[in-house]
């Protein structure tokens, strides 16, 4: 719990700064061409990063590093991270060179709807060849984070994605004013940002793991046993989370059939979702993986019995709340955020549409990744391929049927429908596997805070509604003060139900910020 916390604040700054460049992003260019554009040109570089560099490589490597610390020899664990940043490296710089020559084969396939607007096919595919070389940089830094997480260091790499988002909102801030003089167009200055930002990915982490004592050296051992275990544990990752990537794009070629401005709301909304995600989901499978992996190496399976149970108890402790509370405050959340500048009401209507039939799903991509991880950490990378491949099937078919009564809902509707099923064939196999998940707790602990969640929910919905007698208008600081007020109502209902059921994850939760 001390360690997601520790991960839970940085991350709330990155995420924090992740939405102040949404704003800014928003505000400059709404969901128009360019931005839906900019969207699906940066989602084909971040298809390779989520296959080969952060997903697949933390869930791969973190547990064969922490074996090979284990080991008491260090020097041979900063030779394989070294041996391993050489492959990335090699492999990542092909991959970027391949997709900015085939920028254009590739932008036609992904998004066929966006020839119906001249020039819009076009400046995707500039942007995509201006954005592929991210890929090389955020492979680099996504081992230097895997190695913090390894070493029990936090923080930093937690915050290191910051760095992406101030580079942006410099560039959006500084650049796209610029760019008539510059001779450019105002997106391709956004493109530049992404980066620089991934530049200053590495450079945050690079002082703290100086600290730790590794250099890097130019070691490229294709035989060494610690890195083949690393691609054995890899391989089966990158395939399920290209089940993930097969999602997107289905999800992103008949969003770009629906018009102009489906891509960008899809996208708007999932970040917002994607927000308690980061600080309640990913902050507390971090600081748990490292703990699993320590169990399953010595075969502790009532360890990691208790690890995992205790990680998905806080995450739904902390994720159903979220989910009700963007359910009721999802038109307000988003007109608060973006509707200014260039983002108009319409696409306030259409992206808060999205963000309530996403919100279903958070639980469910939360627990994917605290489970996940904990079936690579015990060796066993097969199971979540097959449920990756089964949510991939049922995602395909949902979004087909869904899109057509739907729109763009349909398509966020049924992949919050496909994480919630790959969440629950992972839960019930881990089970199965663990001779059980405490599973009389968790069932206690999940009925309660559903029960404080929907009067949480009740609470926020009315409050907001009545804070609009004294405070109406659509005025930036009377907007703040629904919107917040709605939410400390809403959270001080919660306490005051959590406290009378006795949510034990709330009181741990209460004691930990009371002591900070």
Not at 61 to 76: E, N, Q, W
Not at 217 to 225: E, K, Q
Request: hydrophobic share 60%; with cysteine.
């Amino acid at each position: 719990m001390r360690s997601a916390g520790v991960i839970g604040i940085a991350t709330m700054t990155s995420r924090v700064l992740g939405l102040v460049r949404d704003q800014v992003l928003a505000y400059f260019f709404g969901a128009g061409d360019a931005m839906d554009a900019f969207r699906i040109a940066f989602r084909l570089p971040n298809v390779l990063r989520d296959l080969f560099a952060e997903g697949a490589l933390s869930a791969a490597f973190v547990p064969t590093f922490t074996r090979a610390l284990a080991t008491g020899d260090k020097t041979a664990a900063w030779r394989v991270a070294s041996n391993l940043i050489t492959v990335l490296l090699l492999i990542s710089s092909a991959a970027a060179v391949l997709g900015i020559v085939f920028a254009e084969p590739l932008v036609r396939l992904y998004a066929t709807g966006f020839r119906d607007v001249p020039g819009k096919i076009e400046l995707t595919i500039t942007l995509t060849r201006i954005m592929f070389p991210f890929l090389v940089l955020v492979a680099a830094a996504a081992v230097m984070m895997a190695m913090l997480n390894a070493l029990h260091r936090f923080f930093i790499p937690a915050l290191s994605p910051a760095m992406f988002n101030i580079a942006t909102i410099a560039c959006a801030v500084v650049a796209v004013p610029l760019s008539p003089q510059l001779g450019i167009e105002p997106i391709v200055a956004i493109a530049a940002g992404t980066l620089i930002g991934g530049l200053g990915q590495i450079l945050a982490q690079w002082p703290a793991l100086r600290r730790e004592g590794f250099r890097y050296h130019p070691v490229l051992d294709l035989h060494d046993p610690w890195l083949r275990e690393i691609v054995r544990l890899m391989a089966p990752s990158v395939a399920g989370l290209a089940a993930v990537q097969i999602n997107l794009f289905v999800n992103s070629w008949l969003a770009a059939e629906l018009g102009t401005g489906a891509v960008s709301w899809l996208d708007y909304a999932f970040r917002l979702m994607y927000l308690p995600i980061g600080l309640f989901g990913i902050s507390i499978a971090t600081a748990a993986l490292p703990t699993i992996s320590g169990h399953a190496a010595i075969r502790n399976d009532p360890g990691i019995r208790q690890a995992v149970s205790s990680g998905l108890r806080m995450m739904v402790m902390l994720n159903i709340p979220a989910t009700f509370g963007l359910l009721v405050l999802a038109t307000p959340i988003v007109r608060l955020i973006f509707e200014r500048g260039q983002f108009t009401p319409a696409d306030t209507a259409a992206t808060a549409a999205a963000l309530a039939c996403y919100a279903p799903g958070l639980v469910g991509y939360s627990a994917v990744k605290l489970i996940s991880a904990s079936y690579y950490a015990m060796g066993q990378s097969r199971v979540p391929v097959i449920a990756s491949a089964a949510s991939v099937a049922f995602n395909i078919a949902a979004s087909v049927v869904l899109v057509r009564s739907l729109g763009h809902c349909g398509l966020a509707l049924s992949m919050a429908s496909a994480a919630l099923l790959n969440a629950g064939l992972l839960l019930v196999l881990l089970r199965a596997r663990l001779g059980g998940l405490e599973g009389g707790r968790l069932s206690i602990a999940i009925t309660k805070i559903l029960a404080a969640s929907v009067a949480m929910a009740l609470a926020a919905y009315y409050a907001e509604r009545i804070l609009h007698i004294p405070f109406a208008g659509d005025a930036l600081a009377a907007q703040a003060v629904r919107v917040f007020g709605a939410i400390g109502i809403g959270m001080g209902t919660l306490a005051i139900f959590a406290h009378f059921l006795r949510i034990e994850e709330f009181t741990h939760v209460r004691r930990r910020v009371l002591r900070f």
